[in-house]
C-alpha cells in the first residue's frame, strides 16, 4: 500500500494509461480522483476502482473547468497530494503547410496548457500541506522528433521542459515534479498517429509501430503506471525533474 490515504488526481482517467494510473493507485491505496472529458468513461472507471475514487467531467484546456477539478476534489477528500497530468490528444503526419492555426492550439493546449493550469490551481494547495507530487505524462517525441507530428513533438517538449522548471522552483517546497515519456504504446490512440484507410490502419499500426521498438512489443498502459507509481510514492523520494523514458528503447 505505497500510496495509503494519499489522494491523487488523474487527468485523462476514462482511458488507456491513465484508467490504469487510477487503478494501480487505488489498489495502492489511494483515494483517487478520476478526471477525463468524457463523464460517462470517467465513472465507469470509478466505479472499477476498489477505493475511495471520485469521478469529474473536465476540460484540461479550460480554467474555470480545473479550478472546479481542483476545488471538488479538496472538497470531497479534504487535500491533494498526487497529480498526474495524463491527458493528452494525439496527431497524424500532416506537412506543417497544411497545419491550421485551430488544430495547433488544440494540441498546445491540451497536451501543454493543462498543465500550467493544473498545476496552477494544486500547487497553492501542497504549499500548504508541505508537500507533494506532481507527475506529467510527455512522450518519447519530446525527444525523438517525427516529420509532419510538429505540433505534437512541440507540445510534448514544451512538457517536459515546463516539468523541470517546476522542479527546481518548487523543491524547497518538498513538491516534486517529474515527467514520464511513454513509447509507442498500445492504447486506442495509436492508430491515430497514422493516416489512411481505417481497415488499413486497424491492421497494420501495431506491426509497423513493434517494429520501431528495440524490446520488440509495445509498451502496456500497465508499465506506464508502474513508473508512475514508483515517481509518485517515496521509493522516488529523493527524485524531481527527472524524464523516464518508458519505451523499449526507442528513443536510443
Known amino acids: 500500500m505505497l500510496l495509503q490515504d494519499k489522494v491523487a488526481i488523474i487527468t485523462g482517467g476514462g482511458s488507456g494509461m491513465g484508467k490504469a494510473m487510477c487503478q494501480l493507485f487505488s489498489r495502492q491505496g489511494a483515494k483517487v480522483v478520476v478526471a477525463d472529458l468524457n463523464a460517462e468513461a470517467a465513472e465507469a472507471t470509478r466505479q472499477e476502482l476498489p477505493g475511495d475514487a471520485l469521478a469529474v467531467a473536465v476540460n484540461v484546456a479550460d480554467e474555470a473547468m480545473v479550478r472546479n477539478l481542483v ?61 507533494g507530487v506532481i507527475l506529467n505524462t510527455a512522450s518519447i517525441a519530446s525527444i525523438r522528433a517525427r516529420p509532419g507530428l510538429h505540433a505534437y513533438c512541440a507540445s510534448k517538449g514544451a512538457a517536459v521542459i515546463l516539468s523541470k522548471a517546476l522542479a527546481i522552483e518548487l523543491a524547497p517546497y518538498k513538491i516534486r515534479v517529474n515527467a514520464i515519456n511513454p513509447g509507442p504504446a498500445d492504447t486506442p490512440m495509436l492508430s491515430k498517429f497514422m493516416n489512411g484507410d481505417q481497415a488499413d490502419i486497424e491492421r497494420d499500426t501495431k506491426e509497423i ?23 509518485a510514492s517515496d521509493m522516488g523520494k529523493m527524485v524531481t525533474g527527472e524524464v523516464l523514458n518508458v519505451d523499449g528503447g526507442r528513443g536510443i
Open 209 to 231: 509501430f513493434i517494429d520501431s521498438v528495440p524490446l520488440g512489443s509495445l509498451i502496456s498502459p500497465e508499465d506506464i503506471a508502474n513508473a508512475a507509481l514508483y515517481l
Open 71 to 131: 476545488e471538488e476534489t479538496v472538497r470531497v477528500f479534504g487535500r491533494v497530494d498526487i497529480l498526474a497530468n495524463n491527458a493528452g490528444v494525439p496527431m497524424s503526419f500532416l506537412p506543417i503547410e497544411e497545419l491550421t492555426v485551430e488544430r495547433w492550439d488544440t494540441i498546445m493546449n491540451v497536451n501543454t496548457k493543462s498543465i500550467f493550469l493544473t498545476s496552477k490551481y494544486v500547487v497553492p494547495i501542497m504549499k500548504q500541506q508541505g508537500g
